[in-house]
């Protein structure tokens, strides 16, 4: 950016001005920037704080120092707030996929009925199970393991005789076919 252009910058930033008229002279103050201008017209005060205002920009820009000078209050304000605008929204952002997944689950969840999720769900624990009993069917145990598992087993048939009636087949071996029945 030329010098030139930097300095039209600077003048197109809005900073507001207080004006007061005091004993029939006009009086124009910037606390930004701290510049005062007085004149017996409003605009021989304006052209004073012109050019009290290009004056002290083009100091800043020669000394490459024009960061220096304050932006005007809501320039500034946007500046500073901008992190936390984005932050926010960012946020907001992430909030709203995660309402519209949540709604989305919520959807099917009542678009299926509930009938079928509970058969899912017990199917794949009846498969757990099963596959459980398998593997543990499948293993060699140590005479010691087999003789605390029977007494396990002694320890809990008074509770389970009611159901022994319904048990008792699963422990039978299955009848011996022929040759003719194969």
């Given at each position: ?26 009086y124009l103050t910037q606390g930004d920037l701290g510049l005062a201008a007085s004149g017996e017209s409003l605009e021989a005060a304006w052209a004073s704080y012109d050019e009290a205002r290009t004056r002290l920009f083009r100091h800043h820009l020669d000394l490459g ?118």
């Amino acid at each position: 950016m030329t010098d030139d252009q930097a300095m039209q910058a600077l003048l197109a930033r809005d900073y507001p001005v207080e004006l007061r008229l005091q004993g029939g002279r006009y009086y124009l103050t910037q606390g930004d920037l701290g510049l005062a201008a007085s004149g017996e017209s409003l605009e021989a005060a304006w052209a004073s704080y012109d050019e009290a205002r290009t004056r002290l920009f083009r100091h800043h820009l020669d000394l490459g120092r024009a960061d220096y000078l304050r932006l005007p209050r809501d320039q500034a304000l946007k500046r500073q707030l901008m992190p936390f605008l984005l932050k926010t929204a960012a946020i907001t952002l992430a909030g709203v996929v995660l309402l519209v997944t949540a709604s989305v689950s919520f959807t099917y969840a009542l678009h299926e009925p509930l009938r079928k999720v509970a058969q899912r769900a017990t199917r794949v624990v009846t498969a757990s199970v099963v596959a459980e009993i398998k593997d543990t069917a499948a293993k060699d145990f140590p005479p010691e393991r087999q003789m605390e598992i029977r007494e396990a087993i002694r320890g809990a048939v008074p509770h389970i005789k009611p159901f022994a009636d319904e048990l008792k087949p699963l422990f039978q071996d299955p009848p011996a076919t022929s040759a003719k029945q194969r």
